[in-house]
């Protein structure tokens, strides 16, 4: 199985500060044939189920704020949140859906400072 | 698709629980229905998938030989089966459906399981 290595496991941000979430992966998710990183992005509020943010590594699910914006390739990929919003408090997973199983990475915990 | 969950259960270690999981609108999207679970201030564990079309399964390893997944396409549900339940089998289970390349698109909204003796 795949296994993804998010860190830090929590950060605490300002308001209007920057947020970095790293995701790294035991194997390249890069498909060669159609150029495409098969990772996602999910942030879980609290009391919440998962939702969808980012697929293809970068492509904003519709209705994201651009604050959102995801990067990297192959085994390596960040999540960033430009201007961290009271609402950005929670906890945010990456994902692969390159090979089954599908697998998570453990969390990153997302508070105010 | 909204995806509608049934309620909390309470049961017994070795006991075996179903939840259901119903898309609203009649329908859900793409091929694939998935599990996923999470166990309190855990992360998330895929479980298994069911093809909602053909009924076809997959799970993972830790699951097997405990696992069942089905459907009804009548009423556009499908269900989960986990036997022979443990105390750590207490997690809030997620149904969840699959865009067309593989990312999961909507989550439904959790069914808590709960054993304790």
């Known amino acids: 199985d795949i296994v993804l290595t998010q860190s830090p496991a929590s950060l605490a941000v300002s308001l209007g500060e920057r947020a970095t979430i790293n995701c790294k992966s035991s194997?390249?998710?890069?498909?060669?044939?159609?150029?495409?990183?098969?990772l996602a992005w999910y942030q879980q509020s609290p009391g919440q189920p998962p939702k969808l943010l980012l697929y293809?590594?970068?492509t904003r699910e519709s209705g994201v704020p651009d604050r959102f914006t995801g990067s990297g390739s192959g085994t390596d990929f960040t999540l960033t949140i430009s201007s961290l919003q009271p609402e950005d408090v929670a906890v945010y997973y990456c994902?692969?859906?390159?090979?089954?199983?599908?697998?998570f990475g453990q969390g990153t915990k997302v508070e105010i400072k | 698709v909204q995806l509608m969950q049934s309620g909390a259960q309470v049961t017994k270690p070795g006991a075996s629980v179903k939840v259901s999981c119903k898309a609203s609108?009649?329908?859900?999207?793409?091929?694939?229905v998935h599990w996923v679970r999470q166990a309190p201030a855990q992360g998330l564990e895929w479980m298994g998938r069911?093809?909602?079309?053909?009924?076809?399964?997959n799970f993972a390893q830790t699951f097997h030989g405990r696992v069942t997944m089905t459907r009804d396409t009548s009423t556009t549900t499908v269900y989960l089966d986990l036997n022979s339940l443990r105390p750590d089998d207490t997690a809030i289970y997620y149904c969840?459906?699959?865009?067309?390349?593989?990312?999961?698109?909507?989550w439904g909204p959790g069914t808590l399981v709960t054993v304790s003796s």
């Open positions: 969840v459906t699959e865009a067309q390349w593989g990312w999961f698109d909507s």
């Open positions: 609108g009649d329908t859900f999207s793409g091929y694939y």
């Open positions: 069911i093809n909602h079309r053909g009924g076809g399964t």
């Open positions: 194997q390249s998710v890069f498909f060669t044939s159609n150029n495409k990183n098969y």
């Open positions: 293809w590594a970068s």
């Open positions: 994902q692969q859906y390159y090979e089954t199983p599908p697998t």
